[in-house]
């Protein structure tokens, strides 16, 4: 297993040079308001070789906001990744976009706007993407040509929904 350096935390010095371009970071949590659109965008965005693992744990109160993003590629309009939180129900869901077409996995009939700390995992295994929270039973889906990159923590890429509340212990892991 070929771990990427990006895996301890968001006060990992690794990381903070991917957020800053070298310089440190000095937070437990990163506390993001969606008002103030508050967001990290990635100097590098992180590339999956092949086979990866992502961990992020987060806790947000709100449901207010539309469809708040934890994470995202660069440019999720066209191709790419987006973990998120449905504003309706509070369901964990996320999303992949091949040539601009949208697939969706979600764990349905639990709220994640509880303003307590979860954990989300998503893991591909060739085309096959899981999603499981909390140590809970994953759902998956089958789809070739996905973007595996991650480029904007708290944000859906270009777009404008800000997630609103904590995002820690961000693990990205190629297997």
Same mark, same amino acid.
């Given at each position: ?15 903070? =040079?991917? /957020? ?6 000095? &937070? +437990?949590?990163?506390? *993001? ?7 990290? *965008?990635?100097? =590098? ?51 992949? &976009? ?11 009939? /639990?709220?994640?706007? %509880?303003? %307590? ?13 899981? /999603?499981?929270?909390?140590? *809970?039973?994953?759902? +998956? ?6 973007? =595996?990159?991650?480029?904007? *923590?708290? =944000?859906?890429?270009?777009? %404008? ?10 693990? /990205?892991?190629?297997?």
């Amino acid at each position: 297993m070929l771990t990427n350096p990006l895996v301890k935390s968001l006060v990992s010095t690794s990381l903070a =040079k991917y /957020l800053t371009g070298g310089a440190f970071l000095g &937070r +437990n949590f990163i506390d *993001l308001d969606s008002t103030a659109s508050a967001h990290y *965008l990635l100097a =590098k965005p992180w590339v999956a070789a092949g086979d990866f693992e992502i961990e992020v744990s987060f806790a947000t109160p709100s449901d207010s906001i539309n469809f708040p993003s934890i994470f995202s590629s660069s440019d999720i309009s066209n191709d790419g990744m987006l973990l998120y939180i449905n504003h309706t129900n509070g369901n964990l869901g996320f999303q992949l &976009r091949v040539a601009s077409v949208s697939y969706e996995i979600g764990l349905g009939s /639990l709220d994640y706007n %509880t303003g %307590t700390l979860h954990t989300a995992k998503i893991r591909c295994v060739g085309d096959v993407f899981y /999603l499981s929270a909390d140590g *809970l039973a994953e759902v +998956n889906m089958t789809r070739a040509g996905a973007t =595996k990159e991650i480029g904007v *923590l708290g =944000k859906n890429g270009t777009g %404008t929904s800000f997630f609103d509340g904590i995002i820690s212990q961000v693990g /990205l892991t190629d297997l």
